[in-house]
C-alpha cells in the first residue's frame, strides 16, 4: 500500500512539473542560476574592476574569448565575476547559453 501511494505521488509530481528537472540536478549555467557564459565580440575587450570606465582596468580578453558572467548589468557593464567587469555592448550569449 505505501509503495502504492509512493508510485502515485510521483505520478503527480511529474505531472505538476512537466516532467522538468530542477535547475539544481541540470548544472550550473542553467535558466535562473544568475550565471551564464557570453563571448568576447571585440578586438580586445578591457575587464574593469567595477561597472564604469573609469575603474581600474584589471584584465583583457581577445575576440572570441569565451567567459563566464552573471546576469547582472550595471550602466551597460555586465559583472562577470567578483571585482570583474565588462562593457556588455562587446558580449554575446555563447551558443546554448540562456543570458
Known sequence: MIILAALIAVIVL???????????????????????????????????????????????LAEGAETDATDEVQVGFRKLDEGRWASDDFLEPADGASC
Open 14 to 60: 511529474y505531472a505538476v512539473t512537466g516532467g522538468e528537472l530542477s535547475s539544481e540536478a541540470e548544472g550550473s549555467g542553467g535558466e535562473g542560476s544568475g550565471e551564464c557564459s557570453m563571448v568576447v565580440e571585440a578586438d580586445s575587450l578591457n575587464v574593469r574592476s567595477g561597472p564604469s570606465t573609469g575603474d581600474p582596468i584589471v584584465d583583457s
